[in-house]
């Protein structure tokens, strides 16, 4: 087993997964410098997401977890479905575009839903350089939500 | 086609990847009612590794059988208890 590269393993651990799980899906690997992502395709994989994309994320951490036991550094490891990461971040986008309007608009703090740590920092970043709004995170664990906060003249406090 | 869950299995599957004594991962399903009870017993010194920060890795855990157990059309209620 100590032979075995990170992305064998994974994708090794991640069929085994599928098949007892009742799936018939075939996982494909793709090696980026930053990311291992692992791809799975088949029948039925879109059910695999989850509501938000909690199965989805299960997997992923249970896989790295897998993976790297033992190890010092490693990649992180990504499991998607169908394009599903990227669709997301798309809907994160627009959503923290539409939010900051709105929080510029009304003046008044926006609450946005509670989000994974990687969802939440997808809006953050795109909000870092959006003039007359900030965010913050408030709660915790899995009740963790982002907050837009605006910074204009006028905005309450 | 589609192949059948095998929720005990996926279980210890994903668990002997987590801890460091894989020989001490058992997964034992007591039926209680209407609810299946798979029972994850493993050394002492990896109860961390399956239950995680927080809970992180049993959340997952669960969120996983709970996939498996919808896919599979399991009509039983399923849960995962996590002993010594």
């Not at chain 1, 992502?37 to 997401?49: M, N």
């Not at chain 2, 059948?4 to 987590?18: D, F, Q």
């Given at each position: 087993?100590?032979?075995?590269?990170?992305?064998?393993?994974?994708?090794?651990?991640?069929?085994?997964?599928?098949?007892?799980?009742?799936?018939?899906?075939?996982?494909?690997?793709?090696?980026?410098?930053?990311?291992?992502?692992?791809?799975?395709?088949?029948?039925?994989?879109?059910?695999?997401?989850?509501?938000?994309?909690?199965?989805?994320?299960?997997?992923?951490?249970?896989?790295?977890?897998?993976?790297?036991?033992?190890?010092?550094?490693?990649?992180?490891?990504?499991?998607?479905?169908?394009?599903?990461?990227?669709?997301?971040?798309?809907?994160?986008?627009?959503?923290?575009?539409?939010?900051?309007?709105?929080?510029?608009?009304?003046?008044?703090?926006?609450?946005?839903?509670?989000?994974?740590?990687?969802?939440?920092?997808?809006?953050?970043?795109?909000?870092?350089?959006?003039?007359?709004?900030?965010?913050?995170?408030?709660?915790?664990?899995?009740?963790?939500?982002?907050?837009?906060?605006?910074?204009?003249?006028?905005?309450?406090? | 086609?589609?192949?059948?869950?095998?929720?005990?299995?996926?279980?210890a599957y994903i668990s002997r990847g987590l801890v460091d004594h894989p020989d001490q991962v058992s997964v034992e399903v007591v039926?209680e009612d209407r609810t299946d009870v798979l029972e994850l017993t493993v050394d002492r010194e990896d109860l961390g590794k399956v239950?995680?920060?927080?809970?992180?890795?049993?959340?997952?855990?669960?969120?996983?059988?709970?996939?498996?157990?919808?896919?599979?059309?399991?009509?039983?209620?399923?849960?995962l208890e996590i002993l010594e």
């Amino acid at each position: 087993m100590a032979d075995k590269t990170e992305a064998e393993r994974g994708q090794e651990y991640l069929t085994e997964i599928l098949k007892l799980m009742g799936y018939q899906g075939d996982v494909t690997v793709h090696e980026g410098e930053d990311r291992l992502t692992l791809e799975v395709k088949g029948e039925d994989v879109g059910q695999l997401i989850g509501r938000k994309g909690a199965t989805l994320d299960a997997l992923q951490l249970l896989v790295a977890k897998m993976v790297t036991k033992g190890a010092e550094t490693t990649r992180p490891i990504v499991v998607d479905v169908a394009g599903y990461r990227e669709q997301r971040n798309g809907e994160l986008l627009a959503m923290a575009a539409k939010k900051s309007d709105e929080a510029i608009k009304t003046g008044r703090v926006i609450a946005l839903e509670p989000m994974s740590a990687h969802d939440r920092r997808v809006i953050h970043v795109a909000l870092t350089d959006t003039p007359g709004v900030t965010t913050r995170s408030e709660g915790e664990g899995v009740n963790r939500r982002l907050m837009i906060v605006p910074t204009g003249p006028g905005a309450a406090s | 086609m589609s192949a059948t869950p095998n929720l005990p299995e996926l279980i210890a599957y994903i668990s002997r990847g987590l801890v460091d004594h894989p020989d001490q991962v058992s997964v034992e399903v007591v039926r209680e009612d209407r609810t299946d009870v798979l029972e994850l017993t493993v050394d002492r010194e990896d109860l961390g590794k399956v239950i995680g920060k927080q809970g992180r890795i049993a959340r997952a855990l669960r969120e996983v059988l709970n996939a498996a157990a919808t896919r599979g059309k399991i009509r039983t209620r399923t849960v995962l208890e996590i002993l010594e």
